[in-house]
């Protein structure tokens, strides 16, 4: 058996708690079971429809840990006692626990110069900034980029690659007490979500990467060229959803290109920036760690907007 956070309740009213005495996982076929030494959390994680969808509701997709077991059929190059990080795919999840299965293009060696607790904030942020930013967007140097919830986990690393490997004039979106934080990362110009029509002060953007959602998204039409491009990974509207709908501001800006996507774990992105998080070329998030024990204050706290940083629990303190 072993410890693992659990949500009880309703979907409307989730609690969240700590169950001592989970099922330990065993790895199958080409599966791998990390012992879990700190997962991150995503503020809004507990209400995502994948959750409810398990029988026993353990959240959790960004986690760091050690290699336990390897299935019988596994044929990638990780041993047993290799220090890993992962991704678990959205509609499987279950990394808040003392042990996680995770499949072989989910997890990659984590940074060696990054602690568990630094390292198991970083899976979501750096998948979500590669694919929107090298993938999606496909920035050029000298591209002007707006990144809006810019000072969140996926707004620092977006501006990071986007002017510290593609070369990109970044406009960042945030409150003013990250503003020389963010100046510090790459950002060019600083702008306050909290001034009235900030959208009015920015022009000519080649590419919006949108990390808020509404209300913030409908505004960044004004801002980006006649024929560039919006991309969202917050909670867009029901029309930008799986090409369900057209958004309404296409009626004056017909000829922008607009995207909702959500990221997939990508095993060879994760081993790809993890090097640059130990040659300094991307700076890692500013984690807020909590233990086992306090559970249920770690998930209140993720779910404060505005706040720096990720949240982490921690299930094996790290050495001083």
Known sequence: MMKAVEVLGTKANPEVTLNPAVPKPSPKNGEI????????????????WELWEHPIRIPGHDISGQVAALGPEYKGDLKVGDDVFSMIHGWRGLGQAE?????SAEVARKPQSLSHAQASALPIPLLTAWEAVFE?????????????????????????????????????????????????????????????????TIR??????????????????????????????????????????????????PNVKWLFFVVT????????????????????????????????QAHKYASIRN??????????????
């Open 33 to 48: 079971l990390i012992k879990v030494h700190a997962a991150g959390l995503t503020g809004d994680e507990i209400t995502w």
């Open 99 to 103: 042990y996680a299965i995770v499949e």
């Open 136 to 200: 999606r967007a496909q920035v050029q140097r000298g591209w002007r980029v707006l990144v809006t919830g810019a000072s969140g986990a996926v707004g620092v690393i977006v501006v990071q690659m986007a002017s510290r490997l593609a070369g990109a004039e970044v406009v960042a979106l945030a409150s003013e007490q990250h503003h020389d934080s963010l100046r510090r990362l790459g950002a060019s110009r600083v702008v306050d979500y909290n001034t009235p029509n900030w959208e009015d």
């Open 204 to 253: 000519g953007v080649d590419v919006v990467i949108d990390t808020v959602g509404s209300p913030v998204l409908g505004k960044t039409w004004k801002t980006v060229k006649s024929n560039g491009h919006i991309i969202t990974v917050g909670q867009p509207p029901a029309a930008w959803e799986y090409g369900k709908g057209r958004p309404e501001e296409l009626d004056d800006f």
């Open 265 to 296: 774990p990508k095993a060879e992105t994760l081993d790809k920036v993890a090097r640059l998080v130990d040659d300094g070329t991307i700076q890692p998030i500013a984690v807020e760690v909590f233990p086992l024990e306090k559970v249920v």
């Open 307 to 320: 706040r720096r940083g990720k949240v982490v629990i921690e299930f094996v303190p790290e050495k001083k």
